[in-house]
């Protein structure tokens, strides 16, 4: 490992080893990383969910509102 022009040292963000900075690359969490730190985005990341519409096909309407009076019935009704 000796002098090589142009080339400067750089240090590997997850494992703090000095590297050619032209080995270093860039990892899809920010990182700058050496080769053997290196870890490509796995496909199941980019999976997006997909919106689902279920519908009832027996689905009644809503019924509509009942309203009581206190004098409308009384607690043994209930």
């Not at 022009?5 to 899809?28: H, M, N, Y």
Request: proline share 12%.
């Amino acid at each position: 490992m000796g002098y090589v022009s142009g080339d400067p040292w750089a240090i590997c963000q997850r494992c703090g080893f000095k590297v050619r900075l032209s080995t270093i690359r860039k990892e899809w969490t920010g990182l700058r990383v050496c080769p053997k730190c290196w870890d490509p985005r796995h496909p199941q990341l980019d999976v997006r969910a997909v919106e689902e519409k279920i519908a009832r096909i027996d689905a009644l309407p809503e019924p509509p509102d009942v309203f009581i009076s206190p004098g409308d019935h009384s607690p043994d009704d209930l």
